[in-house]
C-alpha cells in the first residue's frame, strides 16, 4: 500500500469541504428529541434560557459512540461496535453504553492516566520516585479505579498512609512532591484534593496548614531507593493548627497531624473536598470545568452555574462518594450528548455549556489510535534510572506509569511532564510541527502503509470501491460516510487507481479535524 503526500492533500480538503452539508446529510447531529429528567440539564438549561442562549441539537448516534468511547475509555469502537450500536433501536441504548463502559477494564486503565498526572507519578527528575515505587503507585492508583474505591476512602489513604514506599503506594503522595518542606507538601495537599493555590492565602493561614505536614519523616532502607515515610517521634509535644476555613485544631502529643486535616477535609459538609472532585471530573468529560480552571478554585474565580456545582456535591456525598455516580450523571445527560454545532454566536455559550467542547485528543489516546489502526504498538524504553526498564508494544500508551518515559512523538503532542501536578501542565492547543508530523512523517506512513485493519477492509469489499470507502470511514471515522463523501472518494478512486485511493483515503482522514479531536 503506497502512499503519496500530494494527492493526500487533495482528498483532506475535500474531506474537510464536507463540513457545510445540508442539514439532512449532516453526521454529526439528529433532530430527535431527548426528553431528559436528568437534573443536570434542569441547571444548565434554565440559565441559558435565562441568558437568551439556544442549545446544540442532540448529536448523532455515531458521534456519541465515539465520543463516549473517548472519554470513558480512551479508545475508539471497533467497527463491529459501531454497527451493531448504529442498528440498536432500543431508547435506552445510549444508557446501556455508558454502564457497561464504566465497568470495562479500559477505564481503570484510561483514569488511571488522569490521576498519574495529578498526583506526579514519575520516576526521574525533578519527582524521583524511582521504578519500583513508580510501579506500585501506579498499580495501586489504577486498583482503587477498578474495584470503584469511594473518593474520600482514596484521598484519606493518600493523606494518612505510612510505611515503604514499595510496599505501601499511597505513601509516594509525599515522596512525589519536589520538595520536602511543609509549606510544599501544604501546597500540593490543597491544590491535589481542595483544587486550590495556596500562594495568595494570607501567611497565616498557608503557615497553618504547613503545620500539619511538619512532622512527616522520611527513613532510608537497605533495599536500593526504598523509603520509609512515617510520624516523626521526635516531636513530642502537643500541636496547634489552623485548617484552611481558619478553624482551629488541636493535635496531641503522638497523633498524627495529617489525620487532622485528612478528618476535617472529607466531612460531608466540607465544600471544598467534593466541589474540587465533581469540578474536574465535569472538567475532564465536558473540555472545561464548571469553575474554570478546575485547580483554581478562590474566591474571585466563581462556578458559571453555582446551582449545578451544588447539585453535583450534593449527589457525590448522598452516594457515600461514589465518582461513577457522578461520571453516570454527566454521561447521561442531554447536557454532555449535545452536538458540537452550535446553535448560538454568543461568546459566553461555550462557558455555560451550550454545546460539547471540541477539543484535541490527548497525546497518549492519539498515538494508540494510530496505532489501534496499524494494527501495532509503540515501543518505550527508558536506559535510566536502574533498572533499565521496557514497555512491550502490546501495551498502551494511556497505561505507561512512569511519565520519564516518552517520546518526541508525546512530547511534540502535549503529554505533561507531572513536575507540577497543574491540569495546565498539558497542553492540547495544536502547532505546525504537530500538523507537519501527522501530514508529512514516516512514523504515521508506516502504519498506514501497515494497516491490518485497512487491509480487511479492502479484503472484505472485494473490489467494491463503495464498501471499500464506508469501511474506511467506518474503521477511522467511526461513522457511515455522507453521499458527498461518498462522491468525492469514488471520483478520487476511479482517478487514481484503488490501491493509492485507499492509502490516500485514510491519510486525509487521519489528518482531519473529525479525526483528531473529541467532538
Known amino acids: 500500500m503506497k502512499i503519496t503526500l500530494l494527492p493526500a492533500v487533495v482528498l483532506i480538503a475535500a474531506v474537510g469541504s464536507q463540513g457545510a452539508q445540508p442539514r439532512g446529510a449532516n453526521p454529526f447531529e439528529t433532530d430527535a428529541r431527548q426528553p431528559s429528567s436528568n437534573p443536570i440539564d434542569t441547571h444548565v438549561s434554565a440559565l441559558l434560557r435565562e441568558r437568551g442562549i439556544e442549545p446544540a441539537r442532540l448529536c448523532s448516534d455515531a458521534v456519541f459512540l465515539r465520543r463516549v468511547y473517548l472519554d470513558v475509555i480512551g479508545t475508539l469502537p471497533e467497527p463491529s461496535e459501531v454497527r451493531a450500536f448504529l442498528k440498536d433501536t432500543r431508547p435506552t441504548k445510549r444508557s446501556v453504553l455508558i454502564n457497561e463502559l464504566l465497568t470495562r477494564e479500559e477505564f481503570a486503565a484510561y483514569w488511571s492516566l488522569k490521576w498519574c498526572d495529578l498526583l506526579r507519578v514519575k520516576a526521574e527528575f525533578p519527582i524521583n520516585l524511582w521504578p519500583n515505587a513508580v510501579q506500585a503507585y501506579h498499580r495501586w492508583i489504577r486498583d482503587a479505579l477498578r474495584e470503584n474505591r469511594p473518593h474520600d476512602k482514596f484521598a484519606r489513604e493518600l493523606l494518612t498512609s505510612s510505611g515503604s514506599n514499595f510496599r505501601v503506594p499511597p505513601v509516594n503522595f509525599y515522596r512525589a512532591v519536589q520538595s520536602r518542606e511543609p509549606a510544599a507538601i501544604a501546597e500540593a495537599a490543597a491544590l491535589t484534593f481542595m483544587g486550590t493555590r495556596i500562594a495568595a492565602w494570607p501567611e497565616p493561614r498557608r503557615a497553618g496548614l504547613a503545620a500539619l505536614f511538619s512532622r512527616i519523616s522520611y527513613k532510608p532502607t537497605g533495599e536500593w531507593k526504598e523509603e520509609i515515610v512515617c510520624l516523626d517521634p521526635k516531636p513530642a509535644g502537643p500541636l496547634e493548627a489552623l485548617l484552611p476555613d481558619g478553624s482551629k485544631v488541636r493535635v496531641a502529643a503522638g497523633e498524627d497531624p495529617r489525620r487532622a486535616f485528612a478528618d476535617w477535609l472529607i466531612r460531608p459538609d466540607n465544600p471544598w473536598?467534593?466541589?474540587?472532585?465533581?469540578?474536574?471530573?465535569?472538567?475532564?468529560?465536558?473540555?472545561?470545568?464548571?469553575?474554570?480552571?478546575?485547580?483554581?478554585?478562590?474566591?474571585?474565580?466563581?462556578?458559571?452555574?453555582?446551582?449545578?456545582?451544588?447539585?453535583?456535591?450534593?449527589?457525590?456525598?448522598?452516594?457515600?462518594?461514589?465518582?461513577?455516580?457522578?461520571?453516570?450523571?454527566?454521561?447521561?445527560?442531554?447536557?454532555?450528548?449535545?452536538?458540537?454545532?452550535?446553535?448560538?454566536?454568543?461568546?459566553?455559550?461555550?462557558?455555560?455549556?451550550?454545546?460539547?467542547?471540541?477539543?484535541?485528543?490527548?497525546?497518549?489516546?492519539?498515538?494508540?489510535?494510530?496505532?489501534?489502526?496499524?494494527?501495532?504498538?509503540?515501543?518505550?524504553?527508558?536506559?535510566?534510572?536502574?533498572?533499565?526498564?521496557?514497555?512491550?508494544?502490546?501495551?498502551?500508551?494511556?497505561?505507561?506509569?512512569?511519565?520519564?518515559?516518552?517520546?518526541?512523538?508525546?512530547?511534540?503532542?502535549?503529554?505533561?511532564?507531572?513536575?507540577?501536578?497543574?491540569?495546565?501542565?498539558?497542553?492540547?492547543?495544536?502547532?505546525?510541527?504537530?500538523?507537519?508530523?501527522?501530514?508529512?512523517?514516516?512514523h504515521v506512513q508506516r502504519k498506514l502503509e501497515r494497516s491490518e485493519r485497512l487491509r480487511r477492509v479492502v479484503n472484505a469489499a472485494k473490489g467494491n470501491a463503495r464498501a471499500i470507502i464506508g469501511g474506511i470511514y467506518l474503521t477511522i471515522l467511526s461513522r457511515e460516510p455522507a453521499p458527498a463523501e461518498v462522491a468525492s472518494a469514488e471520483a478520487y478512486f476511479n482517478k487514481a487507481g484503488q490501491q493509492r485511493g485507499v492509502a490516500d483515503l485514510a491519510w486525509a482522514l487521519v489528518n482531519s479535524k473529525e479525526f483528531l479531536y473529541r467532538h
Open 273 to 442: 473536598f467534593t466541589r474540587n472532585i465533581v469540578n474536574r471530573v465535569w472538567a475532564w468529560l465536558m473540555g472545561r470545568g464548571i469553575i474554570h480552571e478546575p485547580d483554581d478554585i478562590r474566591p474571585d474565580n466563581p462556578p458559571v452555574n453555582p446551582g449545578l456545582l451544588a447539585f453535583l456535591e450534593r449527589e457525590l456525598v448522598n452516594a457515600k462518594y461514589d465518582l461513577r455516580h457522578i461520571y453516570r450523571l454527566i454521561l447521561n445527560s442531554r447536557t454532555y450528548q449535545q452536538s458540537p454545532i452550535p446553535r448560538s454566536t454568543r461568546p459566553e455559550a461555550e462557558a455555560l455549556f451550550a454545546h460539547y467542547m471540541v477539543r484535541r485528543l490527548d497525546a497518549e489516546v492519539l498515538i494508540d489510535a494510530l496505532s489501534w489502526l496499524a494494527g501495532d504498538g509503540e515501543g518505550y524504553s527508558s536506559p535510566i534510572p536502574e533498572p533499565f526498564t521496557f514497555i512491550p508494544e502490546r501495551e498502551r500508551t494511556v497505561e505507561l506509569a512512569d511519565g520519564s518515559i516518552t517520546s518526541q512523538f508525546l512530547e511534540m503532542f502535549g503529554r505533561p511532564a507531572r513536575d507540577t501536578g497543574l491540569e495546565s501542565e498539558r497542553n492540547n492547543q495544536p502547532t505546525d510541527a504537530q500538523e507537519l508530523h501527522l501530514l508529512n512523517s514516516t
